[in-house]
């Protein structure tokens, strides 16, 4: 037992620790209520967590933990138990104890599974999801890794809801949560996620299965979910051949980018699936996936080589007989004879093997290249011979063998089989079946290291050679556009600059896709040296191609900054005009309005200082003129009024009261823009009635990208009646200069109007005024 394993979780026994992750410890355990073996799966919840976070957890953990519970399938794991200790700890939950694999590591070993056995799996697996769909539960992180293969040749899939549990974004093996691979591009969006996202998965698992690759493969984890969530997958064709007709259309409905587009149901595409192949009658596990589960399972630790059921090889009509020659033996009751093996039909033979020995020389039969592996042969040992025969002339036939204790001769090997050795070698059977299965490997790999050298020859001594030249004009053109386009935005260019900065990106993304298919190539073709060159060209190509969007980035700020500048030089412009067109006309209030508001925008303008102390004289003049007092009217004559007569009082009647009329008027801005940021100006007369620098811009899905869209703003305001105009000004396009819109209307007093401004995405503006 590993140190710091515990003896007993709750009142299970602990025998063994199985595995361990950033979430928790995986423990093999008994109950001992009831002698079961369980999986104790334990989770971490007490490091870096408050009180309440702890209490949220184990609420969150109990909600999941039921819904998990409810699921009976035999394609699912069980869960048995599930325990929150009263204390803050880590909780765990008992589940079935599955002996066997998982289809991760069978897919790491060399060789691909049967097509059949791929649909069995992938359907037992659609089977279950649809049993937990129609539960309401979400499996949210289907892969190879949570599909386990049993010894007794059953398929389950285990963390159902695990991924509801976790706070860390980690499962076991500290992979992240939903695994990028695997993950339907509406998780990656970070959207609304329904049971179609686990159909996306499986169709992930079906093309892994069919290929041994990855449908949508990348060199780092943006590559891998920007194709899953923008590009189609990898055509199966380019690993496997001609795929099996009706596979490809399941395929890409299973792997649609939108979830309307893919199977209603995990039932549906298992139905699908059992239409195309007849994977109903056949085993779940043939010959060569056989072997595949038997070395999978080999090499686990701690586990016993399960005994996997494998059709018996077919028997060959008029096979040859290879027996061996042995010398006559007196008669006994029964026939003691080794057995015959039953071999199958061996190819044409490629040369002949001539062993020395210690007693002269012996001709072994013709190697073959058989294609399974060679059978396990137990055979009796020989009985000695005085002498070794001499061989036999070329041209006469080999002598018959009398077979021991008959009497009777055995027909020799017809001439397509090996030859019959001239004489019985005294060392026991194994150590020539021994040297046999060496001369069989160094042929082999002579074999391959032709057929390498061979290919090496086709493609042509000067590959590398054109790669390198490749490789190195791409630098030298991605470095000069790089250094041009900081050279550009440095001196204020920037248009030009964002078009080299454009240019650098789409000539980096080509290389990147092009030396992306040369790295697959050598993969493929086993020259690692060659794929590390490749490797590391794709990363300086990243780094490179992130410099060139956070120089787009600069450009981009760099432009706002100027649009903003282009729109406070024009109000200070058009007020400035305004204000000598005034103090010429002896308006000198408006005259001194307008100056102020160019100081407004611009508190440097020098000239709207020397306007407003021009100024300053002509308006002392008239504020005089205005307070000083008109002389009084003569007062009336008195005129005395005759007494009235008597009347009688009659009641005073109080008047209504008057009725009150605003003194102002109502404006009502509305603005819609497409264009993502800028800056909005508006001026009343000569006074800036509102600035709001625009960005409609928000940040979604995993990585938080940020997405342009069309944004509105509402403002309302109270202006002064009588005719008013309106200035408005709106910059931020890119190769568009500031747009500037003029309209007039009369505002009555108490009347509303509403300012109307549309942006299209190029930085046209449309303003109407109703």
């Known amino acids: 037992m590993h140190t710091g394993t515990p003896s007993k979780l709750g009142r299970y026994e602990v025998l063994e620790e199985l595995g361990k992750g950033s979430m928790g410890v995986v423990y093999l355990a008994r109950d001992p209520l009831i002698g079961r073996l369980v999986a104790l799966k334990t989770f971490h919840v007490g490091h870096g967590l408050g009180d309440t976070e702890i209490q949220q957890f184990h609420a969150r953990f109990l909600r999941e933990a039921q819904s998990c519970g409810i699921l009976s399938h ?89 991924a509801l549990l976790n706070t860390s974004n980690l499962t076991q093996d500290g992979q992240m949560l939903g695994t990028p691979n695997y993950m339907a591009p509406e998780q990656i969006r970070g959207t609304d996620v329904d049971h179609r996202a686990d159909i996306f998965s499986l169709g992930v698992v079906l093309y892994e299965m069919l290929t041994r690759r990855k449908p949508f493969p990348g060199d780092n984890l943006t590559v891998v979910t920007y194709r899953i969530v923008n590009e189609s997958f990898d055509p199966p064709e380019q690993y496997v051949g001609k795929l099996h007709p009706g596979l490809r259309e399941v395929l890409e409905r299973a792997l649609a980018k939108n979830p309307d587009d893919r199977f209603t149901t995990a039932s549906e595409m298992a139905a699908e699936l059992r239409r195309l192949l007849p994977v109903a009658s056949t085993p779940l596990v043939g010959e060569n996936t056989a072997e595949l589960l038997a070395e999978t399972m080999a090499s686990l630790p701690g586990l016993d080589l399960p005994e996997l059921s494998v059709p018996p090889p077919p028997v060959l009509e008029n096979e040859p007989d290879f027996r061996l020659p042995v010398p006559s033996a007196p008669a006994s009751g029964s026939d ?61 036939p080999p002598p018959a063998a009398v077979g021991p204790g008959t009497g009777e001769a055995v027909a020799p090997p017809p001439e397509s089989a090996a030859a019959t050795p001239a004489a019985t070698s005294k060392r026991p059977i194994d150590r020539r079946r021994l040297a046999l299965l060496g001369a069989v490997a160094v042929v082999a790999l002579l074999l391959v290291l032709l057929t390498l050298s061979g290919l090496r020859r086709l493609a042509g001594p000067d590959t590398e050679a054109v790669y390198g030249t490749e490789r190195e004009a791409a630098r030298q053109q991605v470095e000069q556009l790089l ?16 078009t080299t900065f454009g240019q650098l990106l789409e000539l980096a993304e080509a290389r990147r896709d092009a030396v992306r298919e040369s790295y697959r190539e050598r993969v493929a073709a086993g020259d690692r040296r060659e794929a590390e060159t490749r490797s590391e060209e794709l990363e300086w190509l990243a780094a490179r191609i992130g410099e060139g969007e956070d120089a787009l980035r600069q450009a981009e700020d760099r432009r706002q900054q100027l649009a903003f500048e282009a729109a406070r030089d024009g109000v200070v412009r058009d007020s400035m005009e305004s204000a000598r067109i005034a103090f010429e006309e002896e308006r000198f209030e408006d005259a001194r309005a307008a100056a102020l508001t160019a100081l407004e925008a611009d508190p440097g303008v020098s ?127 890119r190769n568009r200069p500031t747009e500037v819109e003029q309209l007039t209307a009369n505002f009555p007093a108490g009347a509303t109007r509403r300012l109307t401004i549309r942006v299209s995405e190029d930085g046209a503006m449309n303003a109407t005024l109703h």
């Open 74 to 162: 035999p394609n699912i794991v069980t869960i048995h138990d599930i325990v929150v200790p009263a204390e803050p700890g880590d909780v765990f939950m008992a589940m079935e104890y599955v002996r066997g694999s998982n289809l991760k590591q069978l897919l790491q070993r060399a060789g691909r599974p049967e097509l059949e056995f791929t649909a069995r799996v992938v359907c037992q697996i659609a089977d279950a999801l649809d049993y937990a769909h129609s539960k309401g539960v979400v499996h949210r992180d289907v892969k190879p890794a949570n599909i386990l293969l049993t010894a007794d040749n059953q398929v389950k899939i285990t963390d159902f809801g695990i």
């Open 483 to 498: 250094s041009q386009g900081r050279s550009l935005l440095d001196e204020g260019r920037i248009d030009q600059a964002d």
């Open 336 to 396: 003691t004879r080794p057995p015959l093996l039953p071999p199958p039909e061996p190819p044409e033979p490629i040369g002949e093997l001539r062993a020395e020995d210690g007693e002269g020389s012996e001709t072994r039969p013709p190697l073959f290249m058989p294609e399974p592996p060679l059978p396990e042969i137990t055979m009796p040992s020989l009985p000695e011979v005085a002498a070794a025969a001499p061989p036999p002339p070329p041209s006469a």
């Open 607 to 733: 000239e709207a200082y020397d306007l407003l102390a021009d100024l300053e004289p002509q308006l002392t003049r008239t504020r005089r003129a205005e307070t000083r007092p008109e002389p009084r009217p003569p007062p009336p004559p008195t005129v005395v009024a005759p007494k009235p007569a008597e009347t009688q009082e009659v009641a005073q009647v109080e008047p209504p009261p008057p009725v009150v009329v605003p003194d102002h008027g109502v404006l009502e801005v509305t603005f819609t823009s497409d264009l993502p940021r800028g800056v909005l100006l508006i001026y009343l007369n000569e006074d800036q009635l509102l600035r709001e620098d625009f960005r409609f811009i928000e940040k979604t899905g995993l990585f938080k990208r940020p997405r342009s869209y069309t944004g509105n703003l509402e403002r309302r305001f109270e202006v002064a009646t009588g005719t008013n105009t309106l200035k408005v000004y709106v910059s931020g396009a």
